[in-house]
């Protein structure tokens, strides 16, 4: 994402707006055009060679801020390494102490007047059986500066065998984060789309609160809100927006999410992962979100930020399978070596809870055709925390069963009813524990008749 620094809106009548650019315009193309062929061009030098030429770009009538933030977004999709024949440590301590009693180190020794310095690093070089360019320019490889640049979105650059770099293409989850992002390019309508995304993603650091509605791609959405940790609420709607009974007659779903006013003290955490978030609602061909955003000129007062399909925003997450956190991904891969008949899978089913709706994590299913559905329990605010308790307590499907972290501030009397179906865990859940609890409670499914 970007950083504050580099974010772009205006604020008027108490609404804020992202600068969205115009990805067809040939001045914004030619840009990212420009950006994009520098980082492919720089593939295998140091940073810092990389920063200066950033810098150094000027392109008629663009605001620095775009360039800037479009340099930003590409370096997301790059890694740096240090490179050097020796820890850089060590060897700048060799020769320390070698030119302790006789001439300041340089970095490029030359013949002629500074010959004696040169032997220095010939000397430490012979030492540590490396070239006396290998020495001198693994001195300081540690610096971020000097870092090389590694890989660039899908080219990366390799040692071969005889020592010479190549550009080779590899298979990359792109960004910073854990989430899995689909495969591209980094083409022109790429980084211009991402920009965008960006720039509405940065109006969301400050926010404290997030509305949204959906109409479809549930299972998916509500994926990434539990993926980034969003306390949430969930209301099945109508076809124009409108809350309904049950989710008999929704058409599609609506969802408040808390941020640090109303939950944590004044903070941008909560708003990054909002920001985190985002992306996910492009997923939809109709979706509706609306944020309230912290105004630092007035303490305790708010903006309105609203964002829709019809903006054009393109997401870059994937569609695939994921996991809400690594409690859940480790019970996953801890099953798939485990020796059990029971089958653990995602699940997307919707509990009905009256004007609320709940969306567990696991269903847990044998071959004879029984079920069990599973809600992990794990980090919550207080207040947060009683509001999941009260909907788990209406939750009437007999096949319901609980993982509660021993960390949270609660115990088996808070769970009413369902105390008995409660598996607790410190760090992480036992297969065959949880293949317990799932045999006493689960249920045949139910099949429609022919």
């Not at 840009?31 to 950033?54: N, R, S, Y």
């Not at 300081?140 to 390799?158: C, H, I, P, T, W």
């Not at 790429?190 to 650091?205: M, S």
């Not at 788990?392 to 009813?417: K, M, P, W, Y």
Request: net charge negative.
């Amino acid at each position: 994402m970007l950083t504050a620094d580099l974010a772009r809106s205006r604020t008027r009548d108490g609404a804020v707006r992202p600068l969205f650019i115009d990805i067809s315009d040939e001045q914004y193309r030619e840009t990212a055009a420009t950006l994009i062929a520098l980082f492919e061009d720089h593939l295998g030098e140091p940073k810092g060679e990389l920063d200066d030429a950033i810098d150094e770009l000027t392109v008629a009538d663009t605001d620095y801020k775009i360039v800037q933030g479009l340099a930003k977004l590409l370096r997301d999709e790059c890694e740096f390494e240090q490179q050097a024949a020796v820890d850089p440590r060590e060897i700048r301590k060799r020769l320390f102490e070698r030119a302790n009693d006789r001439y300041p180190i340089v970095r490029q020794p030359t013949l002629g007047e500074d010959t004696q310095k040169l032997e220095v690093y010939s000397a430490v070089a012979d030492e540590l059986g490396i070239s006396l360019e290998e020495c001198y320019r693994g001195m300081y490889a540690d610096l971020e500066d000097n870092k090389r640049l590694v890989r660039f979105g899908d080219q990366s650059v390799r040692d071969d065998s005889d020592g010479q770099e190549s550009t080779t293409t590899t298979t990359k989850l792109t960004g910073n984060s854990k989430q899995a992002y689909d495969q591209r390019d980094q083409t022109v309508d790429w980084l211009l789309a991402r920009y965008n995304l960006a720039l509405a993603q940065a109006v969301l650091y400050d926010a404290s609160k997030m509305h949204f509605r959906v109409w479809e791609h549930f299972g998916t959405v509500f994926s990434y809100m539990k993926l980034f940790g969003l306390m949430h609420r969930i209301y099945p709607i109508d076809e124009d927006g409108n809350r309904v009974a049950s989710t008999d007659v929704a058409a599609g779903y609506e969802a408040e999410l808390d941020g640090p006013v109303s939950l944590f003290r004044q903070s941008q955490k909560y708003g990054i992962r909002m920001a985190n978030f985002l992306p996910a609602l492009p997923l939809c061909d109709r979706w509706e979100m609306r944020a309230e955003i912290l105004d630092e000129g007035s303490a305790g007062d708010t903006k309105q930020f609203t964002l829709d399909y019809t903006d054009g925003l393109v997401s870059h997450y994937s569609t695939g399978q994921r996991f809400d956190s690594d409690v859940e991904r480790t019970l996953a891969r801890k099953w798939e070596r485990s020796t059990t008949e029971w089958d653990l899978q995602r699940e997307d089913d919707v509990f009905d809870l009256g004007s609320e709706v709940m969306i567990p994590d696991f269903a847990i299913e044998h071959p004879d055709g029984r079920r069990a559905i599973m809600e992990i329990v794990g980090f919550w605010t207080p207040e947060y925390l009683a509001s999941k308790l009260a909907k788990i307590r209406q939750v009437e499907t007999h096949n319901f069963v609980l993982a509660v972290s021993e960390r949270l501030d609660c115990s088996d009397e808070d769970f009413g009813d369902v105390a008995d179906r409660v598996l607790w865990f410190k760090t992480g859940m036992h297969v065959y524990d949880v293949v317990e609890l799932a045999e006493e409670y689960a249920s045949p499914v139910e099949t429609d008749p022919d």
